[in-house]
């Protein structure tokens, strides 16, 4: 099983989503998204945001990135 989950991800992403708001995030796709994209810049030069990023690869980063609310996915009403 991967860890974190795609559902335990989810929920971080979602922590401040009002009642009755719609979710930031509603699927694993959005998530793979975010990773992916945040891996790729994690290749082309920027610094992570987290310390404990020695030698791991730059989606797991992205991952514990994701996980530690480091990295934030915005709603499309605010990009």
């Known amino acids: ?29 959005s998530v793979v998204l975010a990773t992916a994209k945040r891996a790729r810049q994690l290749i082309d030069g920027e610094e992570p945001l987290i310390e404990e990023s020695i030698g791991k690869k730059p989606l797991s980063i992205a991952v514990d990135e994701l996980k530690s609310g480091e990295l934030k996915i915005l709603a499309d009403d605010e990009q």
């Open 1 to 29: 099983m991967i860890h974190p989950s795609y559902q335990e991800l989810m929920e971080v992403i979602n922590t401040d989503v009002e009642p009755g708001e719609q979710p930031v995030v509603q699927s694993r796709y």
